[in-house]
Structures are given as structure tokens and as C-alpha cells.
T-cell receptor
Framework: NAGVMQNPRHLVRRRGQEARLRCSPMKGHSHVYWYRQLPEEGLKFMVYLQKENIIDESGMPKERFSAEFPKEGPSILRIQQVVRGDSAAYFC???????????FGPGTRLTVT | DQQVKQNSPSLSVQEGRISILNCDYTNSMFDYFLWYKKYPAEGPTFLISISSIKDKNEDGRFTVFLNKSAKHLSLHIVPSQPGDSAVYFCAARNFGNEKLTFGTGTRLTIIP
């Protein structure tokens, strides 16, 4: 029973490039969440998606960040024109419709040089 | 505004003893609380949770206590084992809202 999958595990981008982070939820899970962890801080909610719908994006920065969860394929978190402050660990979590618990992937560590 | 607070950044406990990790919250609308354990370079692993209608939930060596009037919860691990050394995050959820609000974590070290 595979858990939440994220790739790549590590991503290095230069300032101004685009970063694409992918997340495949656990089998049977239809809800996906993205969180960001800056160094020495806790995880901060970014966005909550269901298939083809963004349910809550209250934690997403207003510019350069977008997320999708298409009918087929993984959820994508896209960061355009990355800046050094985007360097962080980005975690994806998934859950079923009726579950209170979210299960996390291993994260993608983004480094902007 | 830090709605979930873990005021102890680190804690060291002797193997076999009880580890007690604490968490305070300010938002009275939180109705569900969770504890996650995190190893370096890995994602958080769900440990145990509790609904606001309960004051205790137990699962093996892990017990979570909730004191709603004090807006305080704690995680007890007994007996503590070396593999318990990790960062522990407390998280909370608003009624009707799926997003989790996390504390800043407590690094637990179990001394053999």
C-alpha cells in the first residue's frame, strides 16, 4: 500500500526559473493538501484541492504560486520566477473524504540559488 | 499570530521513562487535534489524534490528553524508546475547515 509520493525529492533552481513539484496521493484518497516548511519553523498550510477543484487557497502567496489536481495524474504545485525566499521543504498530504487525518509525503526540498 | 504553540523547542528523556510533550492553542474554534512525528529529511508521520469532545485518547505507548478549558494538550509516550527521538509537531483543525495549523515542533531526544 504505497503512501503519498512526491517528486522530485530535491530540486535546485536558479532565481527566475520555474519549479514544478508533483504529488501523488495515497490510493483511494481524493483530497490533497500542500504545506511549506521554512527552516526552523513549523509547516504552513498553502492550498487544499480535490480532483479538478481548488477548495481553499488561503495560504498561497498571491503571485507566482499555483496548484492543480487534474482528473488524471498527480497534483502539481508550480512556482514561477523563483526567488531565494522560496527555498523550503514542500510537503504534500492526502486524505479520504471522511477522514480527519492527513498523511504526508516525504517532501520536496527546493533550493533557489 | 501563532495559534498553536509548542513552547519547548527541545526535550531530553532517559530511555524507559515517560516523555511529555506539550502544546497550547489560542483558537477556541479548533475541534480536532493531531500529533505528528518527523525524522530529518522525511515527511511528518501521523501518530495519534483527539476530538474536542474527548479528553483522552490512547494508542499503545502514546496517549494524548486534551484540556479544553486551558486550551492545552499533551502527548505522553511511555516507555520512551531510542526510536522515539524525532521532532514532534502538534496540529489543530477548525470545525468545517480541512487545513491544519501546526506548532513549531519539539525535538525529543531519548538518552540510552
Amino acid at each position: 500500500n504505497a503512501g503519498v509520493m512526491q517528486n522530485p525529492r530535491h530540486l535546485v533552481r536558479r532565481r527566475g526559473q520555474e519549479a514544478r513539484l508533483r504529488c501523488s496521493p495515497m490510493k483511494g484518497h481524493s483530497h490533497v493538501y500542500w504545506y511549506r516548511q521554512l527552516p526552523e519553523e513549523g509547516l504552513k498550510f498553502m492550498v487544499y484541492l480535490q480532483k479538478e477543484n481548488i477548495i481553499d487557497e488561503s495560504g498561497m502567496p498571491k503571485e507566482r504560486f499555483s496548484a492543480e489536481f487534474p482528473k488524471e495524474g498527480p497534483s502539481i504545485l508550480r512556482i514561477q520566477q523563483v526567488v531565494r525566499g522560496d527555498s523550503a521543504a514542500y510537503f504534500c498530504a492526502s486524505s479520504t473524504r471522511d477522514s480527519n487525518e492527513q498523511y504526508f509525503g516525504p517532501g520536496t526540498r527546493l533550493t533557489v540559488t | 499570530d501563532q495559534q498553536v504553540k509548542q513552547n519547548s523547542p527541545s526535550l531530553s528523556v532517559q530511555e524507559g521513562r515517560i516523555s511529555i510533550l506539550n502544546c497550547d492553542y489560542t483558537n477556541s474554534m479548533f475541534d480536532y487535534f493531531l500529533w505528528y512525528k518527523k525524522y530529518p529529511a522525511e515527511g511528518p508521520t501521523f501518530l495519534i489524534s483527539i476530538s474536542s469532545i474527548k479528553d483522552k485518547n490512547e494508542d499503545g505507548r502514546f496517549t494524548v490528553f486534551l484540556n479544553k478549558s486551558a486550551k492545552h494538550l499533551s502527548l505522553h509516550i511511555v516507555p520512551s524508546q531510542p526510536g522515539d527521538s524525532a521532532v514532534y509537531f502538534c496540529a489543530a483543525r477548525n470545525f468545517g475547515n480541512e487545513k491544519l495549523t501546526f506548532g513549531t515542533g519539539t525535538r525529543l531526544t531519548i538518552i540510552p
